[in-house]
């Protein structure tokens, strides 16, 4: 258990600039890792191993992507006790991402609103510092890399962006996630239409058969999607997986339907909407992700888990593996271990 509960933590953060509050716990992390004071915040790591897409996970919760968009804090957040971490998004070259203020906290709701626009240090720095990460990895866990365009990238040009990225992140991946789904970055949702989808998928997946032959190493490669797409979306998109091979899926990402928020401080703001209110829009494409995919297909479900029991509707919605972000805001870190008791099969 961490030496010190987070609910003595949460006020000070929370009295914060939600960003401001974001980055002083990533610093601290980042300094404080792998050290004696990593105590204060790491947790049991519960033993659920299980097998996806080739790889061993030592439990089926993970964090999401975007929390730690460099990769400065896979040892201290792992510590946390997740089975697997995914870091990200990465862009092949650093940007600032959008304006400030860009994170908003709706407490009423166990909820987000980011728009920060995939603000990251770049492709170099990103894989300085996921080579520096040593004890998550050596106890057993699993990194999940995740990569994206960037932002004065035409749309057109995109899949230039995401070769780079996949060229860059392949040496040091477990897996690869293809982010497709961010409302930050302008014309990005584009990619999941048919033809778009379709054909970038086929020019990364056509690379990274070529990375694993000269390689020798296989390297899963999910992509994430939206919450927000209707039904017959849903099923273009995983005719596209099936038909070009892709191993996996991470369902889903932030929204930016507001309907449930409606009237809090911070609803109307720009940007992706996380936590309580995605839970069951993320839970309703996973359902028909799952009915549309072939039986043991992969499928990370992430979305509004703030308890066991969230994780569990996740796994029953039919995803294998279970992600955490906004719940870890909220709740702090015993939520990991918690999540991964619950879906511990006795």
């Not at 460099?70 to 870091?87: K, P, S, T």
């Not at 494409?285 to 990370?300: C, K």
Request: aromatic content about 6%; glycine content about 10%.
């Amino acid at each position: 258990m961490p030496l010190i509960p987070y609910a003595l933590a949460r006020p000070f953060l929370f009295g914060l600039d939600a960003e401001h509050a974001h980055e002083l716990t990533l610093n601290s992390i980042a300094r404080l890792q792998n050290t004696p004071a990593q105590a204060l915040w790491c947790g049991e790591r519960i033993s659920d191993p299980v097998t996806i897409a080739g790889l061993r996970f030592p439990n089926r919760i993970g964090l999401a992507a975007g929390l730690d968009k460099n990769g400065r804090c896979i040892d201290g957040l792992g510590a946390m006790g997740f089975g697997f971490i995914e870091v990200g998004t990465v862009t092949p070259k650093g940007q600032p991402g959008n304006d400030k203020p860009r994170m908003f906290r709706l407490p009423q709701a166990n909820a987000l609103i980011n728009r920060l626009g995939f603000n990251n240090e770049g492709l170099a720095s990103f894989i300085a510092n996921v080579k520096r990460a040593h004890s998550f990895r050596k106890a057993g866990g699993i990194l999940g890399l995740n990569i994206g365009k960037n932002a004065a990238t035409p749309i057109e040009n995109a899949a230039d962006d995401y070769l780079i990225g996949l060229e860059g992140v392949f040496p040091h991946a477990d897996y690869i996630t293809v982010n497709i789904s961010s409302p930050n970055t302008k014309n990005l949702r584009a990619l999941q239409s048919d033809e778009a989808l379709d054909a970038l998928l086929s020019t990364l997946q056509q690379r990274k058969l070529q990375l694993e032959s000269q390689s020798g190493r296989k390297v899963p490669m999910f992509v994430k999607i939206a919450p927000d797409l209707e039904e017959d979306q849903v099923a273009v998109i995983a005719q596209t997986l099936k038909a070009n091979g892709i191993d996996g899926v991470v369902a889903t990402n932030t929204t930016i339907a507001r309907d449930k928020v409606q009237g809090l401080a911070h609803a109307n703001e720009t940007g992706g909407l996380s936590g309580a209110p995605v839970f069951e829009a993320s839970n309703r494409v996973i359902r028909l992700l799952r009915a549309a995919l072939p039986a043991g297909y992969p499928i990370i479900g992430v979305g509004g888990v703030l308890s066991g029991e969230d994780a569990r509707a996740k796994i029953a919605a039919g995803a294998d593996l279970v992600q955490l972000y906004t719940g870890l805001i909220y709740k702090g870190p015993a939520l990991v271990s918690d999540c991964a008791r619950a879906l511990a099969r006795r």
